[in-house]
C-alpha cells in the first residue's frame, strides 16, 4: 500500500517562503505530483518529480529524495492568492494502470498580511 | 480550449433515485478517472479507465458504477444513491503514462 503524510495546516506572511513538507511509503514508486486547490475548487498542476533532486518552475520549486521518502515544495514571495490547500500525490506503476494517483490529506495554507 | 467537463455542478437528490454524473475531455486522454473528496481522507479514487472499453476499480467503488463507450467520455453512474455518498466529485483525465492529470470542476452531490 501507500501512505502519505503532510502537515494540515501551515501560516505564512505575505512576501515569505513556504516549505510544506510531505512523507511517503509506497512500494512501485513512479513519481510524485504537487497540485494546487482552492476551495471548492478544481486541483491544478503545480510540479512533479520523478529523480532525486529539485525542480524550479517560476515562485514554486518541488524537490524529491526517494531514499527518505520525502519531498517539499517551496514557495516563494507569497502572495495572497497562494491561500490554498496543497496536495502531495504519488503515482504507482504497480496499481491502477500506472496513471492512479493516490492523494495525501493536503496543507491548508493562510497566508497573512 | 483544453478542458475537463463535468455536470452538474450541484445537485441535490433523495435516497435510492439513480443518477449520472457526466464527465467529458476534449484532449484525447486515453486515461480518465473518478474521485471522491471528503474532509480530512483527501481525493480517493473510485473508477478507472485505461481506455475505451476498459474500465476498472480504484479504492473506493462500492455503489458506483462507469462506463467508456467513448474515448471523451466517462460517466459516473450511482444507481441507488445513499446518504453516504454525499461528497464533492472529481473527473481527471490524462496521457498515459505518469503525466500530468487534468481535473474537471467538480459535482457537489448531496443525497437526503
Known amino acids: 500500500g501507500q501512505n502519505i503524510d503532510q502537515p494540515t495546516e501551515m501560516t505564512a506572511t505575505e512576501g515569505a517562503i513556504v516549505q510544506i513538507n510531505c512523507t511517503y511509503q509506497?512500494?512501485?514508486?513512479?513519481?510524485l505530483f504537487w497540485y494546487q486547490q482552492h476551495a471548492g475548487e478544481a486541483p491544478t498542476f503545480l510540479s512533479y518529480?520523478?529523480?532525486?533532486g529539485l525542480e524550479e518552475k517560476g515562485r514554486f520549486s518541488s524537490f524529491l529524495s526517494r531514499s527518505k521518502g520525502y519531498s517539499y515544495l517551496l514557495l516563494k514571495e507569497l502572495q495572497m492568492k497562494d491561500s490554498a490547500s496543497y496536495l502531495c500525490?504519488?503515482?504507482?506503476?504497480?496499481?491502477?494502470?500506472?496513471?492512479?494517483?493516490?492523494f495525501g490529506t493536503g496543507t491548508q495554507l493562510k497566508v497573512e498580511l | 480550449e483544453a478542458q475537463v467537463t463535468q455536470n452538474p455542478r450541484y445537485l441535490i437528490t433523495v435516497t435510492g433515485k439513480k443518477l449520472t454524473v457526466t464527465c467529458s475531455q476534449n484532449m484525447n486522454h486515453e486515461y480518465m478517472s473518478w474521485y471522491r473528496q471528503d474532509p480530512g481522507l483527501g481525493l480517493r479514487q473510485i473508477y478507472y479507465s485505461m481506455n475505451v472499453e476498459v474500465t476498472d476499480k480504484g479504492d473506493v467503488p462500492e455503489g458506483y458504477k462507469v462506463s467508456r463507450k467513448e474515448k471523451r467520455n466517462f460517466p459516473l453512474i450511482l444507481e441507488s444513491p445513499s446518504p453516504n455518498q454525499t461528497s464533492l466529485y472529481f473527473c481527471?483525465?490524462?496521457?498515459?503514462?505518469?503525466?500530468?492529470?487534468?481535473f474537471g470542476q467538480g459535482t457537489r452531490l448531496t443525497v437526503v
Open positions: 509506497t512500494s512501485g514508486f513512479n513519481g
Open positions: 518529480n520523478v529523480l532525486d
Open positions: 481527471a483525465s490524462s496521457f498515459w503514462g505518469a503525466t500530468e492529470a487534468f
Open positions: 500525490a504519488l503515482t504507482n506503476m504497480v496499481t491502477g494502470g500506472g496513471n492512479k494517483l493516490t
